[in-house]
């Protein structure tokens, strides 16, 4: 007779537990509020691990998007962000609208020339001015086997004067700016590699999300 009078009890809990199971399999195919509430914590990580942090041992403009955008550029032409870094920094001092006497703009100083060769339509938009300097810098160091200083100095004062001085020309600013740049970055050679191979050497291995054009 007890265990008959205990039997409803029984199904009663047993009952419950399929409801609970049932509303949680809904839920996670339904628009239930309760469910719904979990999508945001489950965005907010989604998104911190997406987040770009910039490297201890790297630079850094103050500006947490100006960072991610020269460590993506040197993700995707095989550079180190550092040299980047040191570049910017001589040229502009990380300001976007920075405009030189003889016409150069933004913050790796593109005069109009270089502009249009590396497909940078305004020299002022972030992305773009790096994009394009990034590739200038790339291919200064293709062209002069890595030597850091002479593409420096190319970049500065065109690859044409560096062929005909056979090295650094000397104009007393173009030896100044090589100088300041090449002790900031601490390195005279950079190795001309894929962006592949650069994303091992230089430890460049974050995922990045897209950044808003």
Sequence with gaps: MQITRHVPHFRSIKASVLTLF???????????????????????????????????????????????????????????????????????????????????????????????????????DPQQNIEAGAKYLRWLLKRFDGD???????????EGAVDKYEGIPPYEQTQTYVKKIVANYGKTSHPVLKPEEARAAFGLTQRLAELAE
Aim: charged share 20%.
């Design 22 to 124: 049932a509303l949680f399999v809904a839920g996670n195919f339904s628009d239930i509020s309760l469910f719904k509430a979990v999508a945001p914590t489950v965005s907010a990580q989604a998104e911190l691990l997406n987040r770009f942090v910039n490297p201890p041992d790297y630079p850094t403009s103050g500006d947490a998007k100006i960072d991610e955008l020269i460590y993506r550029a040197g993700q995707q032409h095989g550079l180190d962000p550092r040299l980047l870094h040191a570049v910017i920094l001589q040229e502009s001092r990380y300001k976007p609208n920075a405009e030189s006497y003889a016409g150069a703009q933004g913050l790796m100083q593109l005069m109009p020339a270089a502009a249009k060769r590396f497909k940078c339509e305004d020299r002022k």
């Design 148 to 158: 850091v200083k002479l593409a420096l100095a190319g970049y500065n004062a065109g």
